[in-house]
């Protein structure tokens, strides 16, 4: 598979290039030039596949040229010692929990495959000897430790976690380049927007980034993004069986990786009618998606909701999301369907879930619900909804108490993350500063 950028000036790259380099020299971001037709594969799966199975079994495919089966093999079984569950509700809707990772969060899925196939491209060569590569990436709450767990004891790759000014969490002291680990935690006085800045600038830093191999777990890595198509498509191989009409997927979102994700699934060739985006009230990009407004819209000031990881102004994959609608505009409106939930409604979606089916929602999955049941109320709808819980309800554990009456037990596994780190460094937002931090702990 090749990839080109947004932006279309210089020739395709490989699939490994893609990944190593992360960011097209000539800017924009890394989309696929071709995409492959997988239903000769998952459309003879059945129920009984496991996840490592299919990700074995369509890997070769995707990245032609980089991942043979033998290597897709190998890359499924060290990624994923954890899976998707899917469970069926009731005739209208299904719930997909993507919570079953070590963080509780479904980037555990996109970063487990990135690190593991890393890991492979690196390995061997006519030196038989592994190369070394730094994945520096920006890190809010969950997502920097989810990253740190995915490439812990990776083999010749050293992980940099950006920091905006707030805690850094789930870390272990252990686990840093200081302390014979491979993570360096570094704390940016700024925001998030200066992490995701400093990123893009040491990418296109060629010297630096030639002398570590830099390359980012985040989802503007096609390495990241792309694997999270994955869980569409074993969704559908589990459901195909079991539901007529037509088959929807209704995904919490704020920066739109899952979207793009499920939308690559269609392209692969899955029989799906259509995206439900959820947004909470950080719905800057409705009128875009409705066809109501140009996609340079200015942002508006962003609204604190409960369900913060939704709380995005400009989404980091804008640019891949108007690729999709400048190449077929009337197409894609006929496929995302935005909807925009407040506050209460996602309380009450929460506490539906609860009487009606016995499960928990975390915040961003009763969006993803509440979302899914004004789609099901619409009169000319005959199918089946898919609802992609993206994070472990006990999280939000007051939340579940308020509309349960019953505080849930955090899984062992994430008793830890909310415990607070110190950085290995604190620096200015400015490249001199990023450069040099990394640099010392060398």
């Known amino acids: 598979m090749y990839f080109s950028s947004t932006v279309h000036k210089n020739p395709p790259v490989l699939f490994k290039d893609a990944i190593l380099r992360c960011l097209p020299e000539e800017g924009g971001l890394y989309v696929p030039e071709t995409l492959a037709d997988l239903r000769p594969f998952f459309l003879h ?19 032609e040229g980089d991942l043979n089966p033998l290597s897709a093999a190998r890359v499924a079984k060290s990624a994923f010692t954890f899976d998707p569950e899917l469970i069926q509700l009731d005739e209208t809707f299904s719930v997909l929990n993507l919570y079953n990772g070590p963080t509780g969060i479904f980037k555990d899925f996109g970063a487990a495959f ?6 492979e491209l690196l390995r061997g060569g006519k030196t038989g000897k592994t190369s070394e590569a730094m994945v520096i990436s920006a890190a809010r709450g969950n997502s920097g430790v989810s990253i740190a767990r995915a490439f812990e004891n990776r083999e010749g790759i050293v992980t940099a976690l950006l920091y905006p000014n707030e805690p850094i969490l789930g870390l272990k002291k252990a686990g840093y380049l200081s302390q014979g680990g491979n993570v360096i935690p570094i704390r940016v006085r700024g925001g998030l927007d200066d992490c995701q800045k400093l990123i893009g600038e040491v990418i296109y830093d060629r010297p630096f980034a030639e002398r570590y191999q830099v390359t980012s777990a985040n989802a503007i890595n096609p390495g990241r993004l792309l694997p999270q198509s994955f869980y569409f498509l074993y969704s559908f191989i589990k459901l195909k069986k079991r539901i007529s009409g037509e088959l929807m997927f209704s995904i919490p979102s704020g920066n739109f990786g899952n979207l793009i994700a499920g939308l690559y699934a269609w392209k692969f060739g899955m029989p799906v009618n259509g995206y439900i985006v959820a947004m909470n009230m950080n719905n800057s990009f409705s009128e875009f998606l409705k066809g109501e407004a140009p996609a340079d819209i200015k942002p508006r000031a962003l609204v604190p909701t409960v369900s913060p990881a939704l709380d995005v102004i400009r989404p980091s994959n804008r640019e891949r999301l108007m690729a999709f609608y400048e190449s077929a505009p009337a197409v894609m409106r006929n496929m995302v369907f935005p909807e925009s939930v407040d506050d209460e409604t996602t309380i009450a979606a929460m506490e539906k879930a609860w009487i009606r089916y016995g499960i928990h929602l975390d915040p961003h999955g009763a969006v993803a619900y509440a979302a899914a049941e004004r789609m099901a109320a619409n009169r000319d709808f005959n199918g089946h909804i898919v609802i992609l819980a993206t994070g472990h309800p006990a999280k939000y554990s007051d939340l579940a108490a308020r509309v349960s009456g019953e505080r849930l037990v955090t899984p062992e596994r994430l008793a830890s993350l909310g415990q607070e780190a110190e950085p290995a460094a604190e620096i200015e937002p400015d490249l001199e500063g990023l450069e040099s931090a990394i640099a010392a702990c060398f």
């Open 45 to 63: 799966m059945g129920e009984e596949t496991t996840y490592q199975e299919m990700a074995a079994a369509v890997a070769p495919l995707l990245f």
């Open 114 to 119: 990135l690190a593991a196939l890393l890991e």
